[in-house]
């Protein structure tokens, strides 16, 4: 299973109906004491602020992002220079395909809390979606430098690498990785690619294999079955 990356997960990834309950009372606890909100006095503030991020990540899980974004505006509009409403508007955004103005968002949470590596993780996803792998390579092996095994920095890096054809670097980004994480779906399927663009198709066949074990409903390892199917 791949860890848990700090504010990045939690503001960005969709939620299931039982955690959308859970965690709209620990996102009030979480906005209110991390100092990155101003005091609130007002109960009406707080309700505010709570309401508007459960509605957003409610309109994201039914994948309405415009709406989504809507959510929060009256929380932006009071806070627009805090860390965690750009960061959130960041994904949101690149979600609904406007890179250019997830970057701005991404990039002013980054000038909020500078020493934060979210929102280059953000910086490093959007660049991917543009194919700009020089940007996200430099991303990338910045965080790497202060937090080696970044588990998303490594895989941006990575898929990177891959879209440059260099597939001798992206293994072994890739290997390194699943020395610490040998069941990580992501990097059995990343190095399965890599394998099949090396022509080593009998690697791939095994690396596909492991990956349809751990995840069944994998529609590439079950495409990669019937292309190459085991000779009897």
Not at 51 to 80: C, G, R, W
Not at 175 to 186: F, H, R, T, V
Not at 192 to 213: C, E, F, M, S, V
Request: proline share 4%; glycine share 4%; net charge neutral.
């Amino acid at each position: 299973m791949r860890p848990a990356n700090s504010l990045y997960s939690f503001f960005s990834t969709p939620l299931n109906n039982s955690q959308l309950q859970i965690n709209y009372y620990l996102m009030v606890a979480l906005l209110l004491l991390i100092p990155l909100f101003t005091t609130i006095n007002s109960a009406h503030g707080d309700t505010l602020i709570a309401d508007s991020y459960h509605e957003s990540f409610t309109q994201e899980k039914i994948e309405d992002y415009n709406a989504a974004i809507q959510a929060l505006m009256p929380v932006y509009e009071l806070y627009s220079r805090q860390y965690t409403i750009n960061l959130r508007l960041g994904w949101l955004h690149y979600l609904a395909g406007r890179y250019r103005k997830s970057l701005e968002y991404y990039r002013s949470a980054a000038s909020a809390v500078p020493g934060a590596i979210d929102p280059k993780l953000g910086e490093a996803i959007v660049g991917l979606a543009q194919q700009n792998y020089g940007d996200v390579k430099l991303i990338c092996y910045s965080i790497i430098k202060i937090d080696y095994y970044n588990y998303l920095a490594n895989r941006y890096l990575a898929k990177a690498l891959v879209g440059e054809e260099n597939f001798v670097q992206a293994a072994d980004v890739t290997q390194k990785m699943l020395a610490l994480y040998p069941s990580d779906i992501n990097f059995l399927e990343q190095l399965a690619i890599i394998r099949l663009h090396q022509g080593d198709t009998a690697t791939a066949r095994l690396l596909y294999k492991d990956l349809w074990i751990l995840d069944p409903n994998n529609i590439n390892a079950f495409r990669f079955s019937k292309k190459y199917p085991v000779k009897k």
